[in-house]
C-alpha cells in the first residue's frame, strides 16, 4: 500500500495558504493541475511515499472538476485550464463582428467575439459554438432602461428599444443583460402583447438582436437541447458557475456548464409584481408566439436539471440570448 499526501497551495497576491490531508490509495500516480485566473492559481500535488521500498510513480495530466471554469470570463480577465500538456489556438475576423477564439481538446469547446457597434457604443459579447450553432454566451444588453418597478409596461415607445434591469439596477444590466417584454424582444409594436402577431415572426427573425443575429425559434432551442442529451438533462450543462448563488449550479461535476452556453440566473420581471428569482432562474423568450396574449419561452431553475419550455405573458420581462444566422 502507498502513502499519499496532498498539498494544496492557494496563491493570491502575496498571500499563500496551504493545507495538507492523508490518502490511501492503491496506486500513487503525480498529478499535476494547474488553473490560472489572473493572479491566482492552485496547485494541487500528489506525491507517493513507498514505506518499505522504492516504486516509480506515472504522470498523467487531470482536470479537476471543482475548478473547471475555462468556459467563463469577465472583462479583462481569463480563465483556463492548463494541464501539464495543452495547446491553445487563435481564429481572427474583421468587421463590425470579429472573433477571437480558442479550443479545448478537454470539452471540445469553441469560443468568440461579438462585438455591436448600434447606437455609437461598442459592446462586446462572448459567443459559443455548440454543435454547429453559434450563440451568444452572455445575454443581450441593448436599449435604453425603462424603470420596472414604477411602471411594469412602461416599455411601450415604439421608437426606441427599452430594457429592464433587475432591481431597476443599471448594472445588474451590465452584468445579467436586460429583460424584455415579448414584443419588445422581437422588435414588434407594443399592441402585440396584447394581439396576435404571428403572420410578423418569419425565421430567422432579427427581432432586437444585431445585423446577422436572430432571436432563437423553438426549433433552434430544441435542436440545441437534443444535441446536449434532451430538455430533461440539457439544463444540467448550461449554467455557468455564479460564486454568490451557489445554489445555482450545484450538479457536483463539470456538466455544470460543459456546453459553454454560460447562463446566469438573472430572474425575471412580472407585470403584475414586480421583479422575481433573481439568482434562481433565467428565462429567455423565444420567436415563436402562443397566442395573443402569451409567448414561448425556454428556462432553467436552480436545482433542476431541465431546459424547460413553456408559454407565458408577453408583458413579462425576459432575457434574450441571439443565434448567428451564420453557422
Not at 492557494?10 to 485566473?37: C, D, G, M, Q
Not at 415604439?158 to 434591469?165: L, N, P, Q, R, S
Not at 424547460?308 to 441571439?322: E, L, M, P
Amino acid at each position: 500500500m502507498m502513502y499519499v499526501m496532498n498539498t494544496i497551495f492557494k496563491v493570491e497576491s502575496s498571500k499563500v495558504e496551504s493545507y495538507t490531508k492523508p490518502s490511501f490509495l492503491l496506486n500513487a500516480p503525480l498529478v499535476a493541475i494547474f488553473h490560472y485566473r489572473t493572479l491566482k492559481f492552485s496547485i494541487s500535488l500528489a506525491f507517493c511515499v513507498l514505506p518499505l521500498l522504492l516504486s516509480s510513480c506515472t504522470t498523467f495530466t487531470a482536470v479537476d472538476p471543482d475548478k473547471l471554469q475555462n468556459v467563463s470570463w469577465a472583462d479583462g480577465e481569463s480563465s483556463s485550464l492548463v494541464s501539464l500538456s495543452s495547446s491553445s489556438g487563435v481564429a481572427s475576423s474583421s468587421g463590425t463582428s470579429s472573433v477571437a477564439s480558442s479550443s479545448s481538446s478537454e470539452l471540445g469547446l469553441s469560443y468568440g467575439t461579438l462585438v455591436d457597434t448600434r447606437g455609437g457604443v461598442s459592446k462586446s459579447y462572448k459567443t459559443i459554438v455548440i454543435h454547429g450553432q453559434t450563440w451568444m454566451a452572455e445575454n443581450l444588453n441593448f436599449g435604453t432602461q425603462a424603470m420596472g418597478l414604477d411602471s411594469v409596461a412602461s416599455q411601450s415607445n415604439d421608437a426606441k428599444v427599452e430594457k429592464y434591469c433587475s432591481g431597476d439596477n443599471i448594472q445588474n444590466c451590465e452584468t445579467d443583460g436586460g429583460l424584455y417584454q415579448w414584443a419588445e424582444a422581437m422588435a414588434l409594436s407594443g399592441s402585440c402583447n396584447s394581439s396576435s402577431c404571428n403572420d410578423s415572426i418569419n425565421p430567422p427573425h432579427q427581432g432586437i438582436c444585431p445585423a446577422g443575429w436572430r432571436i432563437p425559434s423553438a426549433a433552434d432551442w430544441d435542436s440545441l437541447a437534443n444535441y446536449l442529451g434532451s430538455a430533461d438533462s440539457a439544463g444540467a450543462k448550461m449554467k455557468l458557475y455564479v460564486p454568490a448563488y451557489p445554489g445555482w449550479n450545484a450538479t457536483g461535476s463539470n456538466d455544470g456548464n460543459s456546453s459553454g452556453f454560460s447562463t446566469r440566473p438573472a430572474g425575471l420581471l412580472f407585470n403584475d409584481v414586480g421583479f422575481d428569482s433573481p439568482g434562481a432562474s433565467a428565462h429567455f423568450w423565444v420567436a415563436t408566439e402562443g397566442d395573443f396574449l402569451n409567448a414561448n419561452y425556454r428556462s432553467l431553475e436552480a436545482g433542476k436539471a431541465k431546459l424547460i419550455s413553456g408559454n407565458d405573458f408577453k408583458t413579462y420581462g425576459f432575457s434574450v440570448r441571439c443565434l448567428s444566422d451564420v453557422q
